[in-house]
């Protein structure tokens, strides 16, 4: 990285991972770029090398963990006392060799599961040896049979997000006279027993006459944090919805009856919306009701399905298609509309998890008026289902779906652009105390390349890389560089 930059200048990054022979090897790593002013860095700090090499294999508080790693001639002597002192985990190879290993009590999860219960006949009893069919995402396909007690098992599922999974099952001799009970999904871990006591966060209050100089750095710090935020919000509203003329809106108090009481702020604003909106009663489109929930959001003015997406026809979208046409090597996620199942933030997969049967409501927002309340996350309009209150799915006969929750997926952070999609005369400061955060990405044999912008604050920063080869070996790498004034 170059030792010094300017402001809001483009600085790019190369990567590459050499054995001790010199030769390229490819892994997987992360990276931060940040004020390096924020808090004293500690080069003797915990990184992902210490934490897989050291910190997890002795008992107790590690001190400067980075230390026993360093080039430091004492390392490893003191390395030695440490592990004299606080000791280290190893095997009774003497119990291994005899085969008198203790049984374990929860089987090793190499992924997710789905379980559950078979019961059918006249008296539900458990069914014994029924075979069942196991679907997830239409690629992923397992069969299995359930044991003596009629309970079947699933495992090893590997699912990024939320995935909507089927089930299929009959009787030993073909029957279809039988009912799948379904278990929760980690209902089968052992339950912590013990209490985290969280302290109290109380509101930051400081007193100018009495802050020291270091509590004084800290505040700047929080407000400087609390400013880049709201100017990031304010950017993505702007860049999707426009500018707006001052309004005033004006809405009538909606009754406090027992229905009322029910719905939550979100779906009252789905009946009330402005004339730009969509607002669909289930139970008044019977027609409806014997589609996939798919077909019914299709069926909405301007709001369809693609991928596994929902998008919203919007100004939002409309912007984000002339920037993909004007530099169509560098593509622009599509809007994703902002999805809300009775008054909860959800995704994609959750939605298409319902029937149209469990629904009754589903409104669609896309004004700014209308959207107001949500801030920046609303800028590609808003999908709000409202289910039925107290309904339950009629139970079908040898078959049975849901959805299970898996890994969850990396997280996006905004990043201006100088050049691409921001003035760069733009005339508020740029006072980020990221600079950039790229929580995954892959490193080939013959290295990779990254960039990202810099802010309008002098000072210096930090680059923190962290990782692990192919072949298992942790790495990490900092380094610092200075970012000027033009």
């Known amino acids: 990285i170059e030792q010094q930059i300017t402001a809001r200048q483009r600085t790019g990054l190369q990567f590459l991972l050499n054995d001790k022979d010199g030769a390229g090897v490819p892994g997987t790593a992360s990276l931060s770029v940040f004020d390096d002013a924020i808090q004293s860095y500690d080069i003797f700090g915990s990184t992902i090398t210490t934490q897989f090499l050291l910190e997890s294999e002795v008992r107790g508080h590690v001190e400067h963990p980075g230390f026993y790693f360093s080039k430091d001639a004492n390392s490893e002597a003191y390395a030695d006392l440490l592990l004299l002192t606080q000791g280290w985990k190893a095997y009774d190879m003497s119990s291994v060799l005899e085969d008198r290993l203790s049984l374990i009590e929860y089987d090793i999860e190499k992924g997710f599961r789905v379980s559950g219960k078979i019961t059918g006949g006249l008296f539900g009893r458990e069914q014994k040896d029924a075979p069942v069919f196991f679907t997830i995402e239409e690629s992923v396909v397992k069969v299995t ?206 939605i298409l998890s319902y029937h149209p049967r469990d629904i009754e409501s589903i409104a669609v927002l896309r004004s700014a008026v209308d959207l107001a309340i949500f801030g920046a996350e609303g800028s590609n309009g808003a999908l709000i289902v409202t289910t039925k209150k107290g309904s339950s799915n009629p139970l079908i006969r040898g078959y049975s779906e849901g959805v299970i929750a898996g890994y969850q997926l990396p997280a996006t952070f905004y990043s201006p652009r100088y050049g691409v999609d921001v003035p760069t005369d733009l005339e508020k400061k740029d006072n980020r105390i990221t600079l950039h955060w790229e929580p995954e ?46």
């Open 145 to 350: 049979k359930t044991d003596d007690e009629g309970r079947f098992l699933v495992s090893d599922l590997h699912v990024e997000g939320n995935g909507n999974f089927q089930i299929k099952a009959n009787t030993e001799s073909g029957g279809q006279n039988i009912s799948i009970r379904l278990d929760k999904q980690f209902e089968y871990l052992p339950e912590n027993t013990e209490s985290i006591i969280q302290s109290e966060v109380k509101g930051l209050q400081v007193a100018v006459e009495e802050v020291s100089p270091e509590a004084n750095s800290k505040l700047d710090f929080l407000m400087r944090a609390q400013a880049a935020s709201e100017d990031a919000e304010q950017f993505i509203d702007v860049q999707m919805t426009g500018e707006l003329d001052e309004i005033t809106v004006t809405s009538e108090k909606p009754d406090v009856t027992e229905t009322g009481v029910r719905e939550d702020y979100a779906t009252l604003i789905g009946r009330n919306h402005s004339g730009m909106g969509t607002y669909l009663h289930l139970e008044e489109r019977e027609e409806l009701q014997n589609y996939s929930i798919e077909h019914v959001i299709n069926s909405l003015p301007g709001t369809f399905v693609r991928g596994k997406q929902i998008i919203i026809n919007s100004h939002a979208s409309s912007l984000i298609a002339s920037i993909q046409e004007e530099d169509p090597d560098d593509p622009i996620p599509p809007p994703q509309a902002l999805i809300i199942l009775d008054g909860v933030h959800t995704d994609f997969e959750t």
């Open 441 to 486: 990405f892959r490193v080939s044999a013959r290295g990779v390349e990254l960039s990202f912008w810099g802010n309008d604050v002098p000072g210096t920063y930090r680059l923190v890389l962290e990782g692990i080869t192919e072949t298992g070996a942790p790495f990490f790498y900092t380094d610092t560089f200075e970012l000027i004034e033009e």
